[in-house]
């Protein structure tokens, strides 16, 4: 159906009218759901009628990114009011919803939102394939929502490792309120709070308090006895008492992070973060 010209409507028959809202299988699911007779059509065929044009681009819609409207994601909404009147309205459509409502789950996140939600979650299934059992109990449990340990992964491709964690973040983000972070990237932004201890406070709470955590790039983050003791031991600490999901990523095998860990051969506070990992984790 082309796009009308109202100063023709004047000049069309009822029955041309009707004709023409009926091309319109938009303009067709409505009248059908609102239970529209033709005299209601007509009487309401302007607000119809705009509701066609206006709506147009949904009928080859493919997704959010590509909504050609200016104001993407917008639809005009025809529904009856408590006095059996056809109203109007604009609201935001359910792929915009699908879309960005799934960013409300990520509580925190040292990835960009958009790469995220852009995540080929299809592929979810066959990277599954590439883990071990433990991982696969641990997503199999999630998707239960019964309760689980988190889980260790090593990846030594960069190019995999990311492409992963992300497809991982945005499959969880549907279910669970998930926050992610780079260790390197959240201890500098932990740094520029110093001055601010409230945004500080804030900003450490919504990681540690994430009913689920993934730390990736652990080890890759300079390495002080404030990083580690009063940052991640801190982190792991709260997240064993409460019970909270923490999935762990890593270049490093965990071995591997009892040397990184260790400062002036202070091997007890890297025994006790191995430890704390191992708890929180299906770790053998």
Same mark, same amino acid.
């Given at each position: 159906?082309?796009?009308?010209?109202?100063?023709?409507?004047?000049?069309?028959? +009822?029955?041309?009218?009707?004709?023409? /809202?009926?091309?319109?299988?938009?303009?067709?699911?409505?009248?059908?759901?609102?239970?529209?007779?033709? &005299?209601?059509?007509?009487?309401?065929?302007?607000?119809?009628?705009?509701f066609i044009n206006e709506n147009r681009p949904c009928e080859t819609c493919s997704g959010i990114k590509h909504c050609p409207k200016a104001e993407k994601g917008l639809v005009y909404c025809l529904f009856r009011d408590d006095y059996n009147e056809l109203m109007a309205k604009y609201q935001?459509?359910?792929?915009?919803?699908? %879309?960005?409502?799934? #960013?409300?789950?990520?509580?925190?996140?040292?990835?960009? /939102?958009?790469?995220?939600?852009?995540?080929?979650? +299809?592929?979810?299934?066959?990277?599954?394939?590439?883990?071990?059992?433990?991982?696969?109990?641990?997503?199999?449990?999630?998707?239960?929502?019964?309760?689980?340990?988190?889980? %260790?992964?090593?990846?030594?491709?960069?190019?995999?490792?990311?492409?992963?964690?992300?497809?991982?973040?945005?499959?969880? /983000?549907?279910?669970?309120?998930? #926050? /992610? !972070?780079?260790?390197?990237?959240?201890?500098? &932004?932990?740094?520029?709070?110093?001055?601010?201890?409230?945004?500080?406070?804030?900003?450490?709470?919504?990681?540690?308090?994430?009913? !689920?955590?993934? !730390?990736?790039?652990?080890?890759?983050e300079t390495i002080s006895a404030w990083s580690r003791d009063d940052v991640l031991l801190s982190i792991l600490n709260y997240r064993l008492d409460h019970d909270l999901v923490t999935i762990f990523v890593s270049e490093f095998e965990l071995k591997q992070l009892s040397l990184l860990y260790?400062?002036?051969?202070?091997?007890? =506070?890297? +025994? =006790?973060? !191995?430890?704390?990992?191992?708890?929180?984790?299906?770790?053998?």
């Amino acid at each position: 159906m082309e796009k009308f010209n109202y100063q023709y409507q004047k000049l069309m028959t +009822d029955d041309e009218i009707l004709a023409m /809202i009926h091309q319109s299988q938009q303009a067709n699911d409505l009248i059908a759901q609102l239970k529209l007779s033709d &005299e209601e059509v007509l009487n309401y065929s302007e607000k119809i009628l705009f509701f066609i044009n206006e709506n147009r681009p949904c009928e080859t819609c493919s997704g959010i990114k590509h909504c050609p409207k200016a104001e993407k994601g917008l639809v005009y909404c025809l529904f009856r009011d408590d006095y059996n009147e056809l109203m109007a309205k604009y609201q935001s459509c359910e792929p915009y919803y699908q %879309y960005f409502g799934k #960013a409300q789950n990520i509580v925190y996140s040292s990835y960009p /939102i958009e790469d995220i939600l852009d995540a080929k979650t +299809d592929e979810f299934i066959s990277l599954l394939s590439t883990q071990d059992s433990q991982f696969i109990s641990m997503v199999a449990a999630l998707v239960k929502q019964a309760k689980t340990k988190g889980c %260790y992964l090593t990846f030594k491709k960069a190019s995999e490792h990311k492409k992963f964690v992300l497809i991982l973040v945005s499959v969880l /983000i549907n279910t669970y309120f998930c #926050a /992610i !972070i780079k260790m390197s990237s959240f201890l500098q &932004e932990l740094k520029s709070c110093f001055k601010n201890k409230e945004k500080y406070d804030q900003l450490f709470y919504k990681v540690e308090n994430a009913p !689920i955590l993934i !730390i990736d790039h652990l080890g890759e983050e300079t390495i002080s006895a404030w990083s580690r003791d009063d940052v991640l031991l801190s982190i792991l600490n709260y997240r064993l008492d409460h019970d909270l999901v923490t999935i762990f990523v890593s270049e490093f095998e965990l071995k591997q992070l009892s040397l990184l860990y260790r400062l002036q051969n202070d091997h007890l =506070k890297a +025994d =006790k973060l !191995i430890s704390k990992i191992k708890q929180l984790t299906q770790y053998e």
